[in-house]
């Protein structure tokens, strides 16, 4: 059974902060992903990763940076919150080679406030 | 440009009644089609995928590539079907990226 587990459920956090997001998983997937879910607009790409090191910007990626020094485990970070950040955050991991499917499997997600 | 465009944001039905979910899609090429859901409280997980031709839990969805629709059905509506659910795109040239619609918020009433 797939587990992606991420650092918070809740966070808040003030303007300019710098903010880190962790998120790991145990099924070593070579893919990671970041996701913002907002009402109404529903989930939107932030950044994603297909290996150890590397990384690609989703569609909105402004704002944010992320980290993967370990094939488990993918950060994503707030260098400078804004309260058009305050978010529920998704992370999400898969297979790379399972062509049939593009199954991804998210956390439980981070509910994050920028004050 | 890939797209995924789910007209509805909220859809409200009675239990016991039919129940279509609308997805359409702009894609060219052949993509891959799935269902999310997610159900209060719980995270986000895959429901079904068109590549599988499955029904889970009573919903089926038949890709219609003349139309480019990918509409979720479910003849009898039952109240735990109460959720959010997302329709999702894969292009097969980019196998690692899921594009997601904007999400139908389905509430059963009794």
């Known amino acids: 059974d797939v587990k992606v587990t991420q650092s918070s459920r809740y966070l808040v956090k003030r303007t300019g902060e710098k903010v880190f997001l962790e998120c790991v998983q145990d099924?070593?997937?070579?893919?990671m992903f970041w996701y913002r879910q907002d009402p109404g607009l529903g989930l939107r790409l932030i950044y994603f990763s297909y290996d150890v090191k590397m990384k690609e910007k989703g569609d909105i990626p402004e704002g944010y940076s992320v980290s993967r020094e370990k094939k488990e485990r993918f950060s994503l970070i707030l260098e400078s919150a804004s309260t058009n950040q305050t978010s529920m955050y998704l992370c999400?991991?898969?297979?790379?080679?399972?062509?049939?499917?593009?199954?991804?499997?998210f956390g439980p997600g981070t509910r994050l406030t920028v004050t | 440009a890939q797209r995924v465009t789910q007209p509805e944001k909220l859809l409200s039905v009675f239990k016991g009644a039919p129940v279509e979910l609308k997805c359409n899609y702009s894609y060219s090429g052949s993509p891959e089609l799935f269902w999310y859901v997610q159900y209060s409280r719980q995270r986000l997980q895959l429901l079904l995928r068109?590549?599988s031709r499955e029904s889970i839990k009573g919903f089926t969805a038949d890709l219609n590539k003349g139309e480019t629709s990918f509409h979720l059905k479910k003849p009898f509506a039952q109240e735990e079907d109460s959720a959010m659910y997302y329709c999702a795109l894969s292009g097969q040239s980019s196998a690692s990226k899921i594009i997601f619609g904007s999400g139908t918020r389905l509430s059963i009433r009794p």
């Open positions: 999400a991991s898969s297979l790379v080679y399972e062509r049939s499917s593009y199954e991804q499997y």
């Open positions: 068109h590549i």
């Open positions: 099924m070593d997937h070579e893919n």
